[in-house]
């Protein structure tokens, strides 16, 4: 399993915004790419900060994600309102209660 983590820094006037704009995308495209487990987002209180938290089935799938004609059009959008700054790699721990 790949673990895409993409930190992301905004204005906070524009977090609930972007937030609205990563759900939307979430739900009627990433859930539609194959090899798609999951995804979280993690708001900071502060406004400042999201983070995308995603899972796929291997590097491949994130490929294809990258280059699907819908995110294309869809990161320049995002990149309107973000720094985007992208983490790519395999769990190596996970430690649970």
Do not use: C
């Amino acid at each position: 399993m790949t673990t895409l983590m993409i930190p992301l820094t905004i204005d906070p006037a524009n977090q609930r915004q972007v937030l609205d704009m990563l759900r939307d995308n979430i739900n009627t495209v990433i859930r539609t790419l194959d090899g798609w487990i999951a995804t979280n987002l993690i708001a900071s209180a502060d406004g400042t900060r999201i983070v995308i938290h995603s899972q796929w089935r291997d590097v491949a799938a994130v490929d294809t994600m990258r280059t699907d004609p819908r995110m294309v059009a869809y990161y320049p959008k995002l990149a309107a309102l973000a720094t985007i700054d992208p983490i790519m790699g395999e769990v190596v721990e996970a430690a649970r209660a």
